[in-house]
Structure formats: C-alpha cells, structure tokens
C-alpha cells in the first residue's frame, strides 16, 4: 500500500519480511525433507510439482492461490524465471 508521499506504510516491511523468512524457511525444510541440498529453482520446482508441499506453504504464508505462491516466488529472486529447469518443467505442462 502506497501512501500519499510515495512511502511504504511501515506495516510493509515487517510483512515483507516475515513472507522472506517463511519462504526461507520453508526451503531449509525442502532441503530436510529431500536430504540434499536444494537450489531456490528446485525448491520451486518442488513446490510446483508436489501439491501437498504447496498446501503446507500457502497455508503457513495464508494465501488462497497457487498464482500467489507463484508470485511470492517470483519477487523474491526473479531469476527463477531464467532456470533452464524451471523452463523445461514449465514446457512439459504445454504438451
């Protein structure tokens, strides 16, 4: 939310950095899980493919949609939208 004089409302930063903290954490936990390290792009991928390991995120993130989880994706490290991984995974769909 934008205020009047182009600042964040300080309410937006501590949401800002709880959603980074629990998007963190969460791929601490993928790595657990998996029992090998992760890049940011496979845990994506894993998020994306295992509905289960969605539900847990969107549930801990109180979110209703997978374009949401998506888009939380997307802010904090734009480059997923580079993977080769994340590109293939997203061009076996099309088929």
Do not use: A, R, W
Request: glycine share 2%.
């Amino acid at each position: 939310m934008l205020l009047t004089n182009k600042q964040y409302n300080p309410s937006h930063y501590l949401v800002e950095d709880e959603t980074e903290h629990i998007i963190l954490s969460f791929c601490t936990f993928c790595t657990l899980l998996v029992g090998k390290k992760l890049s940011f792009q496979n845990v994506f991928l894993l998020v994306l493919k295992d509905v289960k390991l969605k539900n847990i995120l969107k549930n801990t993130l109180d979110v209703d949609s997978d374009f949401e989880i998506v888009k939380m994706f997307i802010d904090y490290d734009n480059t997923i939208t580079k993977s080769k991984y994340v590109t293939k995974y997203i061009n076996s769909l099309k088929k």
